[in-house]
């Protein structure tokens, strides 16, 4: 997305923790880019804005042996594999 618009973002810290990273934005230590599914319906002291243009990425799925899965992740394989 930001080699698209020729932008090449400052990066100073890396969080993992959604928690974690709206608690730095809230505390006016940076801003983030999360996806929107990821978030909660708000947080206290952050403020949501799309990114215009829209931006989709793809998601990859793989596992090591179909047979050993689970039967949750089995389900989860068969749906994904066929759509």
């Given amino acids: 997305m930001f080699a698209m618009a020729g932008i090449q973002p400052r990066v100073t810290h ?38 215009t243009p829209r931006f989709s990425r793809r998601v990859g799925l793989a596992c090591l042996n179909e047979r050993r899965l689970s039967p949750g992740a089995a389900a989860l394989w068969a749906q994904a594999r066929s759509t």
């Fill in 14 to 51: 890396e969080l993992q923790q959604i928690i974690s990273i709206l608690e730095f934005v809230a505390l006016g230590h940076g801003v983030t880019i999360v996806a929107s599914l990821a978030l909660p319906d708000q947080h206290e002291g952050v403020v949501y804005r799309r990114i």
